[in-house]
Nanobody, 124 residues
Framework: QVQLVESGGGLVQAGGSLRLSCAAS????????MGWFRQAPGKDREFVAV????????NYADSVKGRFTISRDNAKNTVYLQMNSLKPEDTAVYYC?????????????????WGQGTQVTVSS
């Protein structure tokens, strides 16, 4: 089992940027595809981005494509989400997730481990 801890959330104005980090412990993160999900108040948790085990392939939700970038540093056991041009509708709790394959991770049911989440609030 891998344990995940997110950091880097906060309050930012629309158009600003934030960088989320996800530190893994337990099993090495290089064993997993990694991703980010988010959950806004009153809404279901939704897929944001995923990166393959070695970092060569990524997928993004249409709503964040071109604005968010997922990356990973397996030597540091850490995954990142760079968020630029933030919008008020990006406000949510952001969760780091670990799974077996990049393709399977767009579905919540296939997630192996979740972090506790970090709040991102974008003011207009």
């Amino acid at each position: 089992q891998v344990q995940l801890v997110e950091s880097g959330g906060g309050l930012v104005q629309a158009g600003g940027s934030l960088r989320l980090s996800c530190a893994a412990s337990g099993r090495t993160v290089s064993s997993y595809a990694m991703g980010w999900f988010r959950q806004a108040p009153g809404k279901d948790r939704e897929f944001v981005a995923v990166i393959s085990v070695r970092g060569g392939s990524t997928n993004y939700a249409d709503s964040v494509k071109g604005r968010f970038t997922i990356s990973r540093d397996n030597a540091k056991n850490t995954v990142y989400l760079q968020m630029n041009s933030l919008k008020p509708e990006d406000t949510a709790v952001y969760y780091c997730a670990a799974g077996i394959t990049r393709a399977s991770m767009t579905t919540k049911a296939n997630i192996h481990s979740w972090g506790q989440g970090t709040q991102v609030t974008v003011s207009s």
